[in-house]
């Protein structure tokens, strides 16, 4: 049986990136902001300072296990359950990857951090970076995204465009939508403003398409997406999933295959993502759920946590 991975999941398929294999670097929803729609729920630790969350050896470890087994990919993603950028080890980590794989490096990010030097001197080892952007204005960043206190929306425009100064790989820069939120002609064409400013590579168009951290947030219609993406100009792909699979009752079937796998016996992620053919992130969002409904618990066991469903329920 294969050695459980306590860093590495996938690799999966993704939309914006193809064939990847995921490395988790920060603790559960760790993070720097506590989005209104983040599908992993609610943020548990906000904050800005960066620390050593992971062992970076345990983590090249696992990669050389699974260089080793005949990986294929097409980017190995930095990315995960919480901001990335927290972790203080991440430049080290990049390093060491490239040392053992020509395979490239992408970083999932919401660029918050990017203000600060040491921040964008370990992105800019990466060879693709893909932060967000999701207002126009600092009332809008402050309701969409709920930043830590010491956060801004212009230090983040900011720290974006010193970023594209001094980064020579490409950036892909995310924009999410909500309707009745950052949708109507001013914000739009304040997020344009912004892009302009940043200079991205591209700029990928998502909404609401899975469950999200607060109730009632409402996605748009993939007409909609597609109408601003012309706004915003020739850069602007829309990357929303709107297949079938992706809506509601799927949604509750998922989160019943999870249950109906912890009634036989406990699980980590890494065992629900690998027997369900989901990513790490999709198991997160289930387990969310489960959690909400009370009807699971949670245990550590050698550094990994295993789920189970809860006794006389």
Known sequence: MAEEKKYLYGPVPSRRLGRSLGIDIVPFKVCTLDCVYC?????????????DYVPVEAVLAELKDKLADGLEADFITISGSGEPTLNSRLGELIEGIKKITDIPVAILTNGTLLYKQDVRADCAKADVVLPSLDAGDEQIYQRINRPHSGLSLEKLISGLCAFRNEFAGRIWLEVFFIEGFNTDNEQIAKIKDAIDRIRPDKVQLNTAVRPTAEPGIKSLSAEKLQAIAEELGEKCEVIADFSPARHGGNIEGKAE???????????????????????????????????????????????????SKRTGR
Do not use: H, W
């Open 257 to 307: 295959d999870v249950l109906s796998m912890l009634k036989r016996r406990p699980c980590s992620l890494s065992d629900i993502s690998s027997s369900l053919g989901i990513s790490r992130n999709e198991a997160l969002k289930y387990i969310a759920i489960l959690r909400q409904q009370g009807v699971i618990d949670s245990r550590k066991k050698d550094g990994v946590i295993f789920f």
């Open 39 to 51: 599908q992993l729920g609610k943020t548990t630790e906000k904050t800005l300072q960066r620390k």
